[in-house]
């Protein structure tokens, strides 16, 4: 099939370069041009596992090309639609990238097309938009949310958990099926708002029960109870399942923070108050204060203290750093007179303006731990967690505080080696293991 893909970020490029691989002809729009160029000469402008590979061996082939804009006659082809969708001040989506490409396409439609939204838009966009731009044209509408996760894009492409498909017809969701030929997942067909539903739904209960198991390590820590224990033992019951249950920082990124908030706000604007996302939101903003208070509690204050902070993305496996607790942490170590130096293995430039302008940036674990009086660990890398801790320990400064804050570092080991240890609702050294 003839596929026109719409943005060529975290999603819309692994989107293009995987359909193109599956046998797809496919034609990528990016409008930032500074990408684009890259795009052309087949550089890959994020860090994606596998994403460099097929990205160049699709353009090599002829199967992929990357055009500025929407061609001016569009007929018989399948737009996906994968653009920005990001929070506007009150929480709602700013949906003026959706606008701009849906105005286009009204303009350009001249026979049969099919536009899938990948982009995640709030229950009620789609029914919006097919009124607004696309009565009495030729144009089929589905909304098919995305749940690749960052990391691990390319394999969650050809390996989702489900497809959804919201249209209102039956033969617009058969030709919307072939989009995904090899892929045998379970397919949920329902109506556009429900589609829209489902993204959103899933996003806020992943991110209750990032707050939820944060909640209960804090309370672990007031009654000497190990959060990991805690966790190992809810999670094997297959009602609740072992995923999202590791208490830290919070969580980030670019989908679950504005997914959480633009839910809050449209139940709000149709007039329900939903008090649990609610309290995820806050328990989210506040965990991020206790990874301070607990650095500022170990080093007896902040003010003038030497912290080096592991990680700035969100999670590993990616180099985006959008709502990052890293970066939420390092303002406010740095207003706290903190001389914070930074260390990440591929996200230092694209988090560089969003930060603190006193921080340093260092590639280098053992360089950026130097003189450190404290290390915070935010973002779980696997070079972080086996890194050569000895010699951090011995580049560093007194107290060799260590604040774990996605409880993944050996406690027992770096105990040993004579760290002051702190994760997030996680005892020293723990009783409990897991007996087969
Ligand atoms: N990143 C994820 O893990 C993920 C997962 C599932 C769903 N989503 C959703 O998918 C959508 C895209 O997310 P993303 O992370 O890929 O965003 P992104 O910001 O990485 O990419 C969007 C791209 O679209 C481009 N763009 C914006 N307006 C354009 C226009 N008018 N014409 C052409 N290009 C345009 C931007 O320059 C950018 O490169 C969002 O709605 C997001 O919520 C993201």
Redesign the pocket.
């Known amino acids: 099939m003839n596929v026109i893909v ?7 490029l692994v989107a293009s370069c995987c359909m193109a691989q599956d046998g797809h002809q496919v034609t990528c ?4 041009r500074e ?1 684009l160029d890259m795009l052309k000469k087949g550089i890959c402008p994020i860090y994606e596992k596998g994403l460099q590979d097929i990205l160049m061996d699709s353009l090599v082939k002829g199967w992929l090309s990357f055009k500025a804009e929407l061609p001016d006659v569009l007929q018989g082809d399948i737009i996906i639609v ?4 990001p929070s506007s001040p009150s929480g709602a989506t700013d949906l003026s ?1 959706i606008h ?2 849906m105005a286009r396409l009204s303009e350009t439609v001249q026979g049969p097309v099919v536009v899938v939204m ?3 838009v709030p229950p009620g966009t789609g029914r919006m938009l097919k009124a607004n731009y696309f009565v009495g044209k030729p144009v089929s509408y589905v909304s098919s ?6 990391g691990q ?1 390319v394999f969650d492409w050809y390996n989702p958990s489900r497809i959804v498909i919201g249209t209102e017809d039956a033969a617009t969701a058969s030709l919307a099926r072939r989009l995904y030929p090899d892929i045998d997942v379970p397919v949920v067909i329902t109506d556009i708002s429900s589609a829209e539903m489902i993204k959103y739904a899933s996003n806020a209960f992943l991110a209750t029960k990032i707050s939820f198991v944060n909640e209960v390590a804090n309370f672990c820590e007031l009654i000497d109870a190990d959060i990991d224990d805690v966790a190992l033992g809810m999670g094997l019951d297959g009602r609740i399942g072992p995923h999202f249950l590791k208490a830290g920082a919070g969580y980030g ?3 679950f923070p ?2 959480a908030r633009a839910l809050d706000y449209y139940c709000m604007n149709t007039g329900y108050d939903f008090q649990l996302i609610k309290s995820c939101i806050e328990v989210n903003t506040q965990q991020r204060l206790l990874i301070v208070q607990k650095l500022r509690r170990m080093l007896g204050g902040i003010d003038g203290k030497k912290i080096t902070l592991l990680g700035l993305a969100f999670k590993p496996g990616t180099d ?1 750093v959008r709502e990052s607790p890293a970066i939420g942490i390092a303002h406010l170590l740095s207003k706290e007179g903190a001389r914070l130096t930074v260390c990440d293995p591929v996200a230092l430039d694209k988090a560089g303006s969003q930060l603190p302008d006193n921080i340093v940036l260092n590639h280098d674990i053992i360089a950026a731990s130097r003189g450190a009086q404290a290390i915070c660990l935010l973002t779980e890398w696997p070079q972080f967690i086996h890194a050569d801790w000895k010699s951090i320990r011995d580049y560093m400064s007194a107290p060799y505080v260590v604040v774990d804050g996605r409880n993944s570092l050996d406690r027992q080991k770096l105990d040993l080696l004579g760290f002051m240890y702190c994760g997030v609702g996680r005892k020293l050294s723990s009783p409990v293991s897991l007996c087969q």
Do not use: M, Q, W
Request: aromatic share 6%; with cysteine.
């Open positions: 719409v943005g060529a970020g975290y999603v819309g729009i990016e409008n930032n990408k994968a653009v920005s969708t990238s701009e490409v990948k982009s995640t949310p995305e749940f690749l996760r960052e894009a990124g670019s989908c504005k997914d985006d």
